[in-house]
């Protein structure tokens, strides 16, 4: 009989399932407080980082297509979080502005879990954040995870279904 064995599988399990759980639980929470999905919200504070940013900027930061950052930025420009300008300087480009209402959002909006996540994490020294990610990523490989399309943003379920987007491209 295996019992420690069977324990540390337990254990981890348990483990993978808060991680999951905080995860969701924040998420029901920023959408009460704000109105907004975390990954809607992780667009909406990187466009107020600079008052405005560009979506293929957003794309290549979040990690994901430009299709989906297009659906995040409609249903952000729906609720007047941001809205969209052509360039003045090439009119090819279309620049994403932080709104009134979106910045009040931004200010207002509960701790993200994933910043909380950052700072704790950087506090660690090197070695500790090496173990860390390696950790994570030999877990997200038992998991047959490696080539799921994600972006840096603590959030239950698949970008997709949390913006809105029919189908995710998968980033090259």
């Known amino acids: 009989m295996k019992v420690e064995g069977t324990d540390r599988t337990d254990g981890s399990l348990i483990a993978l399932r808060r991680?999951?759980?905080?995860?969701?639980l924040y998420g029901r929470d920023l959408a009460?407080?704000?109105g907004l999905t975390p990954v809607q919200f992780r667009v909406l504070q990187i466009v107020a980082e600079t008052g405005q940013t560009t979506p293929k900027a957003i794309s290549t930061r979040m990690g994901v297509s430009q299709a989906t950052i297009t659906v995040l930025i409609d249903r952000l420009v729906a609720k007047d979080m941001v809205e969209r300008r052509r360039s003045e300087s090439d009119?090819?480009?279309?620049?994403?502005m932080i709104t009134e209402t979106g910045a009040t959002t931004v200010r207002d909006a509960p701790d993200p879990?994933?910043?909380?996540?950052?700072?704790q994490f950087e506090s660690l020294r090197d070695w500790e954040q090496s173990m860390v990610v390696t950790?994570?990523?030999r877990v997200a490989?038992?998991?047959?995870?490696?080539?799921?399309?994600?972006?840096?943003?603590?959030?239950?379920?698949?970008?997709a279904?949390?913006?809105?987007?029919?189908?995710?491209?998968?980033?090259?």
């Open 19 to 24: 991680i999951l759980r905080a995860t969701e």
């Open 32 to 34: 009460r407080e704000s």
């Open 91 to 96: 009119r090819r480009q279309t620049n994403i």
């Open 113 to 119: 879990l994933q910043q909380k996540y950052m700072r």
């Open 135 to 137: 950790v994570l990523e």
């Open 141 to 159: 490989a038992m998991m047959d995870a490696e080539e799921i399309d994600a972006s840096p943003v603590l959030d239950f379920g698949d970008i």
């Open 161 to 172: 279904k949390n913006s809105g987007a029919q189908a995710l491209d998968r980033k090259p």
